[in-house]
């Protein structure tokens, strides 16, 4: 018990007392985001987690559930699809390679890191609450705003997608599995909103 993980506890209730439930998992090492799933109420990669000796686990909220732990991600690939999270250039590219200042190009690569496994979103209280598309959503808008190459107005995707309903609480950066900042994502949006320095199209 010490070294398992809750998917190790999943697993073992599959192969041992329950070959119908229904779960979902692929790397096992924290890269995939199929896991996602609620731990005494707190949103988790199972595959990270450390086992409790008391444990509830439930599928990611507030999503709706195709069988036990696998919920439907139609929604969400919906709305990445949607949102164009690719560079939206104004002109033809002339088919050669953009210059890119390596710096930025890191930044750009880290917000790429994001895993889409919504933890984040499941954690979110403004989710819960509001017109809030969710914080993995304006962590990829984000980086779409700072790419050279894209020229689309991603602030107005942002507020149009509920950023301003952001409680600020932080705990989307507090849970992601992959160390990333969808709070400082839509602290940065908002600066642009009030400073004026997004990006229009």
Do not use: W
Not at 99 to 113: K, T, Y
Not at 122 to 140: I, N, Q, W, Y
Not at 170 to 195: G, H, N, V, W, Y
Request: aromatic content about 4%; charged content about 25%.
């Amino acid at each position: 018990m010490e070294n398992m993980r809750v998917l190790d506890v999943i697993r073992s209730i599959y192969e041992n007392q329950a070959g119908d439930l229904a779960y979902q998992f692929a790397c096992r090492i924290g890269r995939c985001g199929t896991c996602a799933v609620r731990v005494n109420g707190v949103s988790v990669l199972a595959c990270q987690e450390q086992c409790k000796p008391h444990m509830k686990i439930e599928p990611l909220q507030p999503f709706p559930v195709l069988r036990d732990l696998v919920i439907d991600r139609t929604e969400v690939e919906a709305r990445y699809a949607a949102l164009a999270l690719t560079p939206q250039r104004a002109t033809e590219h002339e088919g050669t390679p953009d210059a890119i200042d390596p710096e930025l190009a890191g930044d750009i690569c880290q917000l790429d890191s994001c895993l889409a496994c919504m933890v984040c979103v499941s954690s979110c209280p403004a989710v819960e609450e509001r017109a809030f598309d969710g914080p993995a959503f304006m962590l990829k808008l984000r980086q779409m705003a700072i790419h050279p190459s894209d020229d689309k107005d991603r602030l107005q995707q942002a507020v149009g997608a509920g950023m301003v309903e952001c409680f600020g609480c932080d705990l989307c950066t507090q849970l992601c599995p992959a160390d990333l900042s969808p709070a400082e994502a839509i602290r940065e949006f908002r600066k642009d909103m009030i400073f004026g320095t997004g990006r229009t199209a």
